[in-house]
């Protein structure tokens, strides 16, 4: 097709994705032109009859064809929705998920905008750290990362969403290892080596594994997070975690067993199934 109308783009998208796509989205095709464009849905429905571009012709094939053959959406895009605000992702960072939002929801449903240290442990994009910077403007924010890679790019969301948030290189505790916050959030590689046959092989073509698994059957960062929490959490201070579905019991009796005096609350998603763990002192 030599510069197609909108909707015949869509069509010829919607074509290859039914061929190569396992389980296809039937918005994929429109949804990829809005984020490519800067598209409103009602932009595009207004102007399905007028034709692309050379230019936005050519953009489009290249970015329908990578996602065909399995490319995640979100890196060919370069950017995901996230908790209302748009976030950059590259091959560097996890692509935030829905359920993790669920994990903000509950932080910032428990505390107001009273000051507070906040740290965000293994930010990558910065989804987590810079939510709640946005919601909660008076929270001093810090995140780490041990990918450099990593934090460049939550340095580039906090500077697009004008976001107020500190960013330190290290593992874990280590880039804090002199401070102690009132909140402790963090969203850690959890997903152990057994359940590889389990994923989308999108997802372990794609996206960085050390962002994703972890020695233990996934409890390693947990564990080590638990051996260090006291050292870094206030008196009164709350750490919130997100978790495997199948890890509940198992990172809920971590944190028991480390710290005692605290009380340690085990959540379920909207699905039902064990997402979050809060640690309180």
Known sequence: MDKPTILEAQQWASSCFDQQLKNNDPNLAASIMMDLFNWSRTQLLMRLRDALTVAQWDTYQQAVRRIAKGEPAQYVIGKTQFYGHSFMVTPAVLIPRQETEELVDWVLTDHDDVAKRVLDIGTGSGALAISMALARPHWQVTGTDISDSAIQVAKQNAQSLRANVGWQVGDLFQPVEDKVFDLIVSNPPYISEDERPLMDQNVLDYEPHQALFADHQGLAIYERIAQQLA???????????EIGFAQGKSVKHLFETALPEAHVTLRQDI?????????QR
Request: proline share 0%; glycine share 10%.
């Open 231 to 241: 050292d870094h959490l206030t008196d009164k201070g709350v750490a919130y975690f």
């Open 271 to 279: 699905t039902g199934h064990d997402r979050m763990i809060r640690v």
